[in-house]
């Protein structure tokens, strides 16, 4: 299983980009990267997945270089709704099984 | 289409007692994910259940067990409730070629 790292806190204001980088080394062939973002006492929301390269969608970008140990999470001009805790995924069918790995999250707190 | 749907949202136990947590999946979803989640702190998991089999389980005592039943929904049971399994217990579901979905959880409190 992928040990998952990253940063336990950031700290941004509003209208600024946030990048939350997740360390993943022994990142396996058939994982895929993920990201969730959760409020207080609700379930986590999926925020975008990849494998390689970049991928964007609607509400944010993930950068996964080439060797894939790493991953960030990049989020364009925050506001006060993007507090919340944000968590790294890492995960792949194998043999039929599907064993996710989550980082310890990241608590993101956006300041006026 | 319907997410994962959790009940109850809140369940207020005493030392001791038994708790059961139940689970919807999406449908068409065949596997579902137990998560305990204790204030502040992050994910862990407990259980994976996958065509009415567990498959996989975490670093949790016995006392923590469920079964899913033929159309794929589930139960966690939690006998002999102590005060440290106040929790967020969430659970998910998953299929292969798409992402795991969350349910919005229920909140164990232990008395």
């Known amino acids: 299983l992928a040990k998952i790292t990253q940063p336990i806190s950031m700290d941004s204001y509003e209208g600024q980009e946030v990048n939350i980088t997740c360390s993943h080394n022994?990142?396996?062939?058939?994982?895929?990267i993920t990201w969730y973002q959760q409020f207080p006492s609700q379930g986590p929301r999926f925020i975008i997945q990849?494998?390689?390269t970049k991928v964007t969608n609607e509400v944010a970008s993930l950068f996964i270089p080439a060797d894939r140990k790493s991953s960030t999470l990049s989020l364009p001009r925050v506001s006060l709704s993007d507090t919340a805790v944000y968590y790294c995924?890492?995960?792949?069918?194998?043999?039929?099984?599907?064993?996710?790995?989550f980082g310890r999250g990241t608590s993101l707190i956006v300041h006026p | 289409e319907a997410g994962v749907t959790q009940s109850p949202t809140h369940l207020i136990k005493t030392r001791g007692q038994q708790a059961t947590l139940r689970c919807s999946p999406i449908?068409?979803?065949?596997?579902v994910y137990w998560y305990q989640q204790a204030l502040g702190l992050g994910l862990q998991f407990l259980l994976w259940?996958?065509?009415?089999?567990?498959?996989n389980r975490g670093n949790f005592p016995p006392r923590f067990s469920g079964r899913q039943f033929p159309n794929y929904s589930s139960e966690l049971n939690v006998n002999a409730l102590e005060l440290e399994d106040s929790a967020l217990y969430l659970c998910?579901?998953?299929?292969?070629?798409?992402?795991?979905?969350f349910g919005s959880g229920t909140q164990l409190s232990v008395l």
């Open positions: 022994n990142i396996a062939t058939n994982d895929y």
């Open positions: 990849g494998y390689k």
């Open positions: 259940y996958d065509e009415g089999e567990e498959r």
């Open positions: 998910a579901s998953f299929r292969i070629n798409e992402k795991l979905f």
């Open positions: 995924l890492v995960g792949g069918v194998s043999g039929g099984s599907y064993i996710p790995t």
């Open positions: 449908s068409g979803h065949t596997s």
